[in-house]
Protein backbone atom coordinates (compact mmCIF):
# COMPACT_ATOMS: atom_id res chain seq x y z
CA UNK A 1 0.00 0.00 0.00
CA UNK A 2 2.87 2.25 0.88
CA UNK A 3 4.61 1.50 -3.06
CA UNK A 4 0.98 2.21 -3.98
CA UNK A 5 1.00 5.72 -2.73
CA UNK A 6 4.32 6.58 -3.87
CA UNK A 7 3.56 5.52 -7.14
CA UNK A 8 0.57 7.94 -7.43
CA UNK A 9 2.36 10.70 -6.08
CA UNK A 10 5.09 10.44 -8.47
CA UNK A 11 2.91 9.62 -11.51
CA UNK A 12 1.10 12.96 -10.00
CA UNK A 13 -2.30 11.52 -10.03
CA UNK A 14 -3.08 12.63 -6.14
CA UNK A 15 -2.67 15.97 -7.48
CA UNK A 16 -5.21 16.29 -9.81
CA UNK A 17 -9.14 17.05 -8.89
CA UNK A 18 -11.76 15.25 -9.46
CA UNK A 19 -13.77 16.03 -12.47
CA UNK A 20 -17.21 15.54 -12.80
CA UNK A 21 -19.16 15.71 -16.36
CA UNK A 22 -22.61 16.81 -15.92
CA UNK A 23 -25.18 17.04 -18.56
CA UNK A 24 -27.00 19.78 -16.46
CA UNK A 25 -25.42 22.70 -18.04
CA UNK A 26 -26.44 21.13 -21.49
CA UNK A 27 -29.86 20.64 -20.28
CA UNK A 28 -30.28 23.77 -18.84
CA UNK A 29 -29.71 25.40 -22.54
CA UNK A 30 -31.67 23.37 -24.02
CA UNK A 31 -34.46 23.86 -21.35
CA UNK A 32 -34.28 27.82 -21.04
CA UNK A 33 -34.07 27.87 -24.96
CA UNK A 34 -37.14 25.86 -24.96
CA UNK A 35 -39.13 28.70 -22.98
CA UNK A 36 -40.19 25.62 -20.95
CA UNK A 37 -41.78 26.55 -17.50
CA UNK A 38 -45.45 25.45 -15.47
CA UNK A 39 -46.33 29.73 -17.24
CA UNK A 40 -45.83 32.51 -18.20
CA UNK A 41 -46.63 34.01 -14.73
CA UNK A 42 -44.26 32.34 -12.09
CA UNK A 43 -41.74 34.70 -10.17
CA UNK A 44 -38.53 33.52 -12.17
CA UNK A 45 -36.31 34.33 -8.73
CA UNK A 46 -34.50 31.23 -6.44
CA UNK A 47 -37.11 32.08 -3.43
CA UNK A 48 -35.72 30.24 -0.14
CA UNK A 49 -38.09 29.34 2.85
CA UNK A 50 -37.36 26.90 5.58
CA UNK A 51 -39.00 25.16 8.19
CA UNK A 52 -37.98 24.07 12.20
CA UNK A 53 -38.77 20.06 12.29
CA UNK A 54 -38.06 18.00 14.94
CA UNK A 55 -37.43 13.84 14.11
CA UNK A 56 -38.63 11.98 17.05
CA UNK A 57 -36.75 8.37 17.79
CA UNK A 58 -38.80 5.19 17.60
CA UNK A 59 -35.94 3.87 20.36
CA UNK A 60 -33.22 5.55 22.41
CA UNK A 61 -30.02 5.87 19.89
CA UNK A 62 -26.70 5.24 21.50
CA UNK A 63 -23.27 5.53 20.06
CA UNK A 64 -20.11 5.14 21.63
CA UNK A 65 -19.94 8.10 23.41
CA UNK A 66 -23.83 9.86 22.92
CA UNK A 67 -27.37 8.86 23.74
CA UNK A 68 -30.73 10.94 22.09
CA UNK A 69 -34.20 10.78 21.55
CA UNK A 70 -34.62 13.65 19.21
CA UNK A 71 -32.96 14.70 15.78
CA UNK A 72 -33.16 18.87 15.46
CA UNK A 73 -33.77 19.24 11.75
CA UNK A 74 -34.94 22.10 8.82
CA UNK A 75 -36.36 21.46 6.46
CA UNK A 76 -36.02 23.88 3.12
CA UNK A 77 -37.85 24.66 0.31
CA UNK A 78 -36.95 27.03 -2.98
CA UNK A 79 -39.32 27.68 -5.42
CA UNK A 80 -38.77 28.67 -8.83
CA UNK A 81 -40.69 29.37 -12.35
CA UNK A 82 -43.77 27.64 -10.85
CA UNK A 83 -41.42 24.64 -9.48
CA UNK A 84 -40.45 23.54 -6.01
CA UNK A 85 -37.54 21.89 -4.43
CA UNK A 86 -37.25 20.31 -1.38
CA UNK A 87 -34.04 20.52 1.13
CA UNK A 88 -32.98 19.19 5.21
CA UNK A 89 -30.56 19.93 7.53
CA UNK A 90 -30.39 17.43 10.19
CA UNK A 91 -27.78 18.40 12.98
CA UNK A 92 -27.33 15.66 15.47
CA UNK A 93 -25.63 17.09 18.47
CA UNK A 94 -21.94 16.38 17.88
CA UNK A 95 -22.08 18.01 14.59
CA UNK A 96 -22.25 21.79 16.11
CA UNK A 97 -25.24 22.92 14.47
CA UNK A 98 -28.44 23.71 15.69
CA UNK A 99 -31.58 24.42 14.45
CA UNK A 100 -30.83 28.31 14.87
CA UNK A 101 -27.15 28.55 13.71
CA UNK A 102 -28.99 26.88 10.39
CA UNK A 103 -31.68 29.34 10.18
CA UNK A 104 -29.13 32.16 10.84
CA UNK A 105 -27.66 30.54 7.80
CA UNK A 106 -30.13 30.35 5.94
CA UNK A 107 -31.19 34.40 6.44
CA UNK A 108 -27.47 35.11 5.04
CA UNK A 109 -28.11 32.80 1.70
CA UNK A 110 -31.39 33.82 0.40
CA UNK A 111 -30.39 37.03 -0.76
CA UNK A 112 -27.09 35.52 -2.50
CA UNK A 113 -29.59 32.71 -3.69
CA UNK A 114 -31.78 35.81 -5.25
CA UNK A 115 -28.93 36.75 -7.11
CA UNK A 116 -28.63 33.54 -9.82
CA UNK A 117 -31.23 33.89 -12.37
CA UNK A 118 -30.56 30.12 -13.33
CA UNK A 119 -31.03 27.13 -10.96
CA UNK A 120 -28.96 25.02 -13.20
CA UNK A 121 -25.70 26.59 -12.06
CA UNK A 122 -25.48 24.36 -9.01
CA UNK A 123 -21.78 24.63 -8.88
CA UNK A 124 -21.32 28.21 -8.97
CA UNK A 125 -24.31 28.85 -6.22
CA UNK A 126 -22.54 26.07 -4.14
CA UNK A 127 -19.25 27.85 -3.96
CA UNK A 128 -21.12 31.27 -3.32
CA UNK A 129 -22.94 29.11 -0.26
CA UNK A 130 -20.25 27.40 0.71
CA UNK A 131 -18.12 30.60 0.90
CA UNK A 132 -21.13 32.56 3.27
CA UNK A 133 -19.46 30.77 6.49
CA UNK A 134 -16.72 28.13 7.05
CA UNK A 135 -19.13 25.27 9.01
CA UNK A 136 -22.93 25.15 8.94
CA UNK A 137 -22.47 22.04 6.47
CA UNK A 138 -25.76 20.66 7.01
CA UNK A 139 -27.35 24.19 6.46
CA UNK A 140 -25.56 24.20 3.23
CA UNK A 141 -26.73 20.50 2.59
CA UNK A 142 -30.70 21.79 2.62
CA UNK A 143 -29.89 24.34 -0.10
CA UNK A 144 -28.00 22.04 -2.44
CA UNK A 145 -30.52 19.24 -1.92
CA UNK A 146 -33.46 21.80 -2.51
CA UNK A 147 -31.52 22.72 -5.61
CA UNK A 148 -31.08 19.45 -7.00
CA UNK A 149 -34.45 18.25 -6.35
CA UNK A 150 -35.76 21.38 -7.99
CA UNK A 151 -33.55 20.93 -11.43
CA UNK A 152 -34.55 17.51 -11.39
CA UNK A 153 -38.23 18.50 -11.34
CA UNK A 154 -37.73 21.26 -14.00
CA UNK A 155 -35.82 18.24 -16.22
CA UNK A 156 -38.65 15.87 -15.49
CA UNK A 157 -35.87 13.09 -14.49
CA UNK A 158 -34.59 11.63 -11.07
CA UNK A 159 -30.55 12.57 -10.59
CA UNK A 160 -30.00 8.46 -10.76
CA UNK A 161 -31.07 8.65 -14.78
CA UNK A 162 -29.04 12.09 -14.69
CA UNK A 163 -25.89 10.82 -13.75
CA UNK A 164 -26.09 8.01 -15.57
CA UNK A 165 -26.59 5.54 -12.88
CA UNK A 166 -28.47 2.20 -12.89
CA UNK A 167 -30.45 1.20 -9.91
CA UNK A 168 -30.43 -2.44 -10.58
CA UNK A 169 -26.85 -2.21 -8.90
CA UNK A 170 -27.95 -0.95 -5.89
CA UNK A 171 -26.00 -3.11 -2.70
CA UNK A 172 -27.80 -3.87 0.35
CA UNK A 173 -28.77 -1.03 2.87
CA UNK A 174 -27.91 -1.74 6.37
CA UNK A 175 -30.61 -0.88 8.97
CA UNK A 176 -28.62 -0.35 12.27
CA UNK A 177 -28.95 -1.52 15.79
CA UNK A 178 -27.23 0.61 18.71
CA UNK A 179 -25.78 0.06 22.34
CA UNK A 180 -28.50 -1.00 24.24
CA UNK A 181 -29.03 -4.03 26.99
CA UNK A 182 -29.65 -7.13 25.56
CA UNK A 183 -33.09 -7.71 25.36
CA UNK A 184 -33.44 -3.64 23.69
CA UNK A 185 -31.00 -4.85 21.17
CA UNK A 186 -32.77 -8.86 20.39
CA UNK A 187 -35.71 -6.56 19.16
CA UNK A 188 -33.54 -4.44 17.45
CA UNK A 189 -31.63 -7.08 15.89
CA UNK A 190 -35.36 -8.55 14.71
CA UNK A 191 -36.61 -5.40 13.54
CA UNK A 192 -33.41 -4.90 11.32
CA UNK A 193 -33.27 -8.44 10.07
CA UNK A 194 -36.79 -8.44 8.76
CA UNK A 195 -36.18 -5.24 6.75
CA UNK A 196 -33.28 -6.45 4.90
CA UNK A 197 -30.40 -8.34 4.32
CA UNK A 198 -27.82 -6.23 6.36
CA UNK A 199 -27.49 -4.75 10.16
CA UNK A 200 -24.91 -2.20 11.02
CA UNK A 201 -24.04 -2.44 14.30
CA UNK A 202 -22.60 0.09 16.62
CA UNK A 203 -19.56 -0.66 18.59
CA UNK A 204 -16.47 1.13 20.37
CA UNK A 205 -17.25 0.82 24.35
CA UNK A 206 -15.84 -2.08 26.28
CA UNK A 207 -14.96 -5.62 25.30
CA UNK A 208 -17.75 -7.41 27.05
CA UNK A 209 -20.36 -4.43 25.91
CA UNK A 210 -19.07 -4.60 22.21
CA UNK A 211 -18.99 -8.52 22.25
CA UNK A 212 -22.13 -8.75 24.01
CA UNK A 213 -23.85 -6.71 21.25
CA UNK A 214 -22.55 -9.19 18.57
CA UNK A 215 -23.45 -12.26 20.41
CA UNK A 216 -26.79 -11.53 21.10
CA UNK A 217 -27.30 -10.79 17.92
CA UNK A 218 -26.27 -13.64 16.96
CA UNK A 219 -28.81 -15.51 18.97
CA UNK A 220 -31.53 -14.30 16.51
CA UNK A 221 -30.48 -13.68 13.48
CA UNK A 222 -27.29 -14.83 11.09
CA UNK A 223 -27.60 -11.37 8.82
CA UNK A 224 -24.43 -10.34 7.74
CA UNK A 225 -23.11 -7.58 9.76
CA UNK A 226 -21.05 -4.22 9.37
CA UNK A 227 -19.54 -2.47 12.20
CA UNK A 228 -19.23 1.59 13.14
CA UNK A 229 -17.42 1.70 16.27
CA UNK A 230 -17.16 5.40 16.11
CA UNK A 231 -13.48 6.47 16.95
CA UNK A 232 -14.23 4.13 20.12
CA UNK A 233 -11.00 2.00 19.64
CA UNK A 234 -7.74 3.86 21.35
CA UNK A 235 -5.49 1.13 21.14
CA UNK A 236 -4.32 -0.36 16.82
CA UNK A 237 -3.59 -3.59 18.47
CA UNK A 238 -6.86 -3.97 20.27
CA UNK A 239 -8.58 -2.53 17.66
CA UNK A 240 -6.78 -5.63 15.21
CA UNK A 241 -7.73 -8.24 17.58
CA UNK A 242 -11.30 -7.54 17.70
CA UNK A 243 -11.87 -6.94 14.14
CA UNK A 244 -10.43 -10.78 13.50
CA UNK A 245 -12.85 -11.81 16.42
CA UNK A 246 -15.43 -10.16 14.30
CA UNK A 247 -14.33 -11.50 11.37
CA UNK A 248 -15.23 -14.55 12.78
CA UNK A 249 -19.12 -13.60 12.92
CA UNK A 250 -20.16 -12.82 9.68
CA UNK A 251 -19.14 -9.05 9.69
CA UNK A 252 -18.30 -7.55 6.11
CA UNK A 253 -16.81 -4.03 6.92
CA UNK A 254 -15.44 -2.02 9.77
CA UNK A 255 -16.70 1.83 9.67
CA UNK A 256 -13.81 4.51 11.50
CA UNK A 257 -13.07 1.81 14.12
CA UNK A 258 -10.17 4.43 15.59
CA UNK A 259 -10.33 8.11 16.20
CA UNK A 260 -10.11 10.22 13.07
CA UNK A 261 -6.46 11.88 13.93
CA UNK A 262 -4.81 8.42 14.24
CA UNK A 263 -4.47 8.67 10.63
CA UNK A 264 -1.17 6.06 10.78
CA UNK A 265 -2.70 3.61 13.15
CA UNK A 266 -5.85 3.76 10.85
CA UNK A 267 -3.18 2.66 7.74
CA UNK A 268 -1.62 0.68 9.55
CA UNK A 269 -4.56 -1.39 10.68
CA UNK A 270 -6.16 -1.27 7.18
CA UNK A 271 -2.91 -3.41 5.84
CA UNK A 272 -3.47 -5.62 8.42
CA UNK A 273 -7.33 -6.05 8.47
CA UNK A 274 -9.25 -8.98 7.06
CA UNK A 275 -11.81 -6.88 6.92
CA UNK A 276 -12.16 -3.42 4.77
CA UNK A 277 -11.93 -0.68 6.77
CA UNK A 278 -13.92 2.37 6.22
CA UNK A 279 -13.51 6.01 7.10
CA UNK A 280 -16.04 8.22 8.73
CA UNK A 281 -15.73 10.77 10.96
CA UNK A 282 -12.02 11.07 9.50
CA UNK A 283 -13.93 11.89 5.76
CA UNK A 284 -15.73 15.48 6.02
CA UNK A 285 -15.52 16.47 2.33
CA UNK A 286 -13.94 16.26 -0.62
CA UNK A 287 -10.46 17.72 0.12
CA UNK A 288 -10.24 14.67 2.71
CA UNK A 289 -10.49 12.17 -0.13
CA UNK A 290 -6.81 12.24 -1.03
CA UNK A 291 -5.79 12.52 2.37
CA UNK A 292 -7.29 9.24 3.43
CA UNK A 293 -5.94 7.15 0.46
CA UNK A 294 -3.59 4.26 1.76
CA UNK A 295 -5.26 4.67 4.97
CA UNK A 296 -8.55 3.32 4.30
CA UNK A 297 -10.35 1.13 2.11
CA UNK A 298 -12.74 3.63 1.16
CA UNK A 299 -15.10 6.23 2.66
CA UNK A 300 -18.53 6.83 3.94
CA UNK A 301 -19.84 9.74 2.52
CA UNK A 302 -22.72 11.88 4.44
CA UNK A 303 -24.27 15.00 2.35
CA UNK A 304 -24.92 16.73 5.79
CA UNK A 305 -20.75 16.81 6.23
CA UNK A 306 -20.00 17.47 2.79
CA UNK A 307 -22.56 20.06 1.69
CA UNK A 308 -24.65 17.79 -0.35
CA UNK A 309 -25.06 16.52 -3.67
CA UNK A 310 -22.84 18.41 -5.85
CA UNK A 311 -20.03 17.91 -3.53
CA UNK A 312 -20.84 14.52 -2.75
CA UNK A 313 -20.87 13.45 -6.23
CA UNK A 314 -16.96 14.40 -6.74
CA UNK A 315 -16.30 12.68 -3.83
CA UNK A 316 -17.30 9.55 -5.44
CA UNK A 317 -15.33 10.16 -8.92
CA UNK A 318 -12.48 10.77 -6.98
CA UNK A 319 -13.26 7.60 -4.91
CA UNK A 320 -13.84 5.94 -8.05
CA UNK A 321 -10.46 7.32 -9.93
CA UNK A 322 -8.60 6.36 -6.85
CA UNK A 323 -10.18 2.60 -6.31
CA UNK A 324 -11.26 3.09 -3.20
CA UNK A 325 -14.38 1.54 -1.66
CA UNK A 326 -17.87 3.79 -1.17
CA UNK A 327 -20.09 4.11 1.31
CA UNK A 328 -23.39 6.69 1.63
CA UNK A 329 -24.75 7.43 5.11
CA UNK A 330 -26.69 9.34 6.58
CA UNK A 331 -27.72 10.68 10.18
CA UNK A 332 -31.03 10.95 11.64
CA UNK A 333 -32.93 12.36 8.70
CA UNK A 334 -36.65 12.63 7.29
CA UNK A 335 -36.83 10.80 3.16
CA UNK A 336 -35.79 14.34 1.89
CA UNK A 337 -32.30 13.51 2.97
CA UNK A 338 -32.86 10.05 2.02
CA UNK A 339 -33.97 9.92 -1.44
CA UNK A 340 -30.78 12.62 -1.81
CA UNK A 341 -28.54 10.07 -0.63
CA UNK A 342 -30.33 7.16 -2.24
CA UNK A 343 -29.40 8.72 -5.85
CA UNK A 344 -25.64 7.27 -5.00
CA UNK A 345 -26.76 3.72 -4.10
CA UNK A 346 -26.22 2.26 -8.27
CA UNK A 347 -22.67 3.28 -7.15
CA UNK A 348 -21.75 2.16 -3.48
CA UNK A 349 -20.68 -1.33 -1.96
CA UNK A 350 -22.78 -0.50 0.71
CA UNK A 351 -25.37 1.88 1.91
CA UNK A 352 -26.91 3.23 5.45
CA UNK A 353 -29.62 5.33 4.52
CA UNK A 354 -32.10 4.02 7.31
CA UNK A 355 -32.32 7.48 9.02
CA UNK A 356 -35.56 7.75 7.81
CA UNK A 357 -36.57 3.95 9.36
CA UNK A 358 -35.26 5.33 13.06
CA UNK A 359 -37.70 7.70 13.39
CA UNK A 360 -41.35 7.90 14.39
CA UNK A 361 -42.52 10.79 12.57
CA UNK A 362 -41.40 11.15 8.61
CA UNK A 363 -42.95 14.04 6.83
CA UNK A 364 -42.24 12.61 3.18
CA UNK A 365 -41.57 9.44 1.32
CA UNK A 366 -39.72 8.60 -1.39
CA UNK A 367 -37.26 5.96 -1.94
CA UNK A 368 -38.04 2.55 -1.13
CA UNK A 369 -36.43 -1.07 0.31
CA UNK A 370 -36.80 -4.26 -2.33
CA UNK A 371 -35.09 -7.42 -1.14
CA UNK A 372 -32.99 -5.57 1.09
CA UNK A 373 -31.18 -2.67 -1.09
CA UNK A 374 -32.39 0.73 -0.95
CA UNK A 375 -33.98 1.79 -4.59
CA UNK A 376 -34.70 5.63 -5.41
CA UNK A 377 -38.20 6.89 -6.78
CA UNK A 378 -38.54 6.79 -10.79
CA UNK A 379 -40.22 9.86 -10.46
CA UNK A 380 -38.52 13.32 -11.35
CA UNK A 381 -36.47 15.04 -8.93
CA UNK A 382 -36.24 13.22 -5.78
CA UNK A 383 -39.65 11.62 -6.18
CA UNK A 384 -40.76 13.55 -2.87
CA UNK A 385 -44.49 13.20 -1.71
CA UNK A 386 -45.14 14.46 1.49
CA UNK A 387 -47.11 12.18 3.92
CA UNK A 388 -50.75 12.26 4.38
CA UNK A 389 -51.58 14.50 7.69
CA UNK A 390 -48.16 16.71 7.19
CA UNK A 391 -48.66 20.60 7.66
CA UNK A 392 -45.46 21.93 7.04
CA UNK A 393 -44.84 25.54 7.47
CA UNK A 394 -42.60 27.08 5.35
CA UNK A 395 -41.44 30.72 5.63
CA UNK A 396 -38.71 32.84 5.43
CA UNK A 397 -38.98 34.20 9.29
CA UNK A 398 -37.85 32.32 12.59
Not at 17 to 42: C, D, H, N, Q, Y
Not at 164 to 172: I, L, Q
Request: glycine fraction near 8%; hydrophobic fraction near 40%; charge should be neutral.
Amino acid sequence: MTDRRTFLKSAGLLGAAAFVLSPTRLIAKAFSSSGAGKSGKEKKELELQWCPFEAKMKHVFTIANSSRTTTPIVLTRITFDGYTGYGEAAMPPYLGETINSAIDYLKKARPVLKKFKDPFMIGEIMAEMDAITTNNTAAKASIDIALHDLVGNMIGQPWWKIWGFNPANSPYNSFTVGLDTAEVVRKKAKEAAAEGNLIKVKLGRTEEQDKMMINTIREVTDTTICIDANQGWKDKFYALDMINWLNTKNVCMIEQPMPKLMLEEAGWLTERSPLPIMADEACQRLSDVRHLYGHYSGINIKLMKCTGMHEAREMVSLAQALNMKIMVGCMTETSVAIAAGAQFAPVCQWTDLDGNWLIANDCFHSSTVENGRIIPSPDAGLGLKMNKGVNLKYSAEE
